[in-house]
């Protein structure tokens, strides 16, 4: 349930003053697939995240490795490890934010939705247990392709009678935290002061920066635009053929993942302005889910923004993905109502 400064009613048992003189709620978050490659790392960044006061750390198999090394840590949050189907309800109750990095990644060769065969059924079940279990956390879905997963998330969700569209978003913060990186890179201006919206979808050419809102502004060339838009559509293969068949980004999206978990933390404990890129339902264009700038408050989404000015370039890309990301939402939409 999600505990307010203002509904609660048993204040010393729901606040803490964790840090300065500033009391916090206490919030529960849960990663499903917590033993693996991003699960470990973005367990750690949880771990060091003041605004979590119990993190429930869930996989198959090894989470009781990974929770004591955790708990370890001497930050606020009480860790515990939860493992096996038996375990998962235990894991979920309370929980406020629920991240799930479950599920099998990519090698080289492949697509995201190559994925999809596997991937698709693990979070099926897990979002079956989430509207059994805490039905009203927020939902951060990682798992590829993730185009496909938060619709089939919405569908679990709708049969079960708990679907809040307000409450379940694709994690594109990868994207976004690339987008910054080479655009830093390339313009030559401190990557920490850099902002660059990312729209429409996760994989690909469905990956559209809008580098012509990028801040603050630089005079790049077309060619150094396209350039950077193609390494941000590529960046996860990059890294996937990097690691050479031994998977794909961990590191930088147990990062991106942490970054996105604490605006939703922030955006339920009434921290105003928090806005993120995020792919969530959304009538910004004729697809049913799409990504774009959110604002993020005490029911999950508060605000979706609209696209801004796009170049044409831009647009022209836009175009371009709706086909490939419309197919994927209705094959997730299909596989959930078979
Ligand atoms: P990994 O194989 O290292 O870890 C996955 C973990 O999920 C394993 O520990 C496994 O035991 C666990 N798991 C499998 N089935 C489960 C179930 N039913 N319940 C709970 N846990 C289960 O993989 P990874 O590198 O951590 O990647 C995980 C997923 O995240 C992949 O699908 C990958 O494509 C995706 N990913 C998404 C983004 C993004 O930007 N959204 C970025 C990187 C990776
Ligand atoms: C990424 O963007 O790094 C992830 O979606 C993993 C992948 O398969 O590329």
Do not use: W
Not at 312 to 336: D, H, R, T
Request: net charge neutral; with cysteine.
């Amino acid at each position: 349930s999600v505990k307010t400064l203002t509904n609660s009613t048993s204040s010393s048992h729901l606040l803490r003053r964790g840090y300065g003189s500033e009391a916090v709620p206490d919030r529960k978050v849960a990663v499903l697939g917590a033993a693996g490659g991003i699960g470990q790392p973005l367990a750690l960044l949880m771990k060091l995240n003041p605004l979590v006061s119990n993190l429930a750390l869930y996989d198959i198999a090894n989470t009781p490795g990974v929770a004591a090394d955790v708990s370890h840590i001497n930050t606020r949050s009480e860790v515990k490890g939860y493992v096996g189907e038996d375990q998962l309800g235990q894991a979920l109750e309370g929980s406020d934010v629920v991240i799930i990095p479950a599920g099998v990644p990519r090698k080289p060769g492949m697509t995201r939705d190559d994925l999809f065969n596997i991937n698709a059924g693990i979070v099926k079940g897990l979002c079956q247990a989430i509207s059994k279990y805490c039905p009203n956390a927020l939902v951060n879905m990682i798992s590829n392709p993730v185009n496909s997963t938060v619709p089939i998330a919405a569908e679990v969700f709708k049969k079960a009678g708990t679907y809040d569209e307000k409450r379940l978003f694709g994690v594109t913060t990868l994207d976004v935290v690339r987008a910054k990186t080479f655009y830093a890179g390339k313009a030559k201006v401190p990557v920490a002061e850099v902002n660059v919206p990312v729209v429409g979808g996760h994989a690909g050419i469905t990956i559209l920066p809008l580098f012509s809102q990028a801040t603050p502004k630089a005079n790049l060339s077309s060619e150094d635009i396209e350039a950077l838009t193609k390494r941000t559509q590529d960046g996860g293969t990059e890294v996937v053929e990097a690691k050479a068949g031994k998977g794909s980004a961990t590191l930088s999206m147990a990062y991106a993942g942490a970054i996105f978990a604490d605006a939703c933390l922030k955006g339920l404990n009434g921290v105003p302005d928090v806005v993120e890129c995020t792919f969530v339902q959304s009538s910004v264009t004729e697809l049913p889910f799409f990504a774009s700038k959110v604002r993020l408050g005490k029911n999950g989404v508060e605000e979706v923004f609209g696209l801004g000015p796009l170049s044409e370039y831009e647009s022209a890309g836009l175009e371009k993905l709706k086909p490939e990301l419309l197919a994927s939402i209705e094959k997730g939409i299909k596989f959930a109502n078979q």
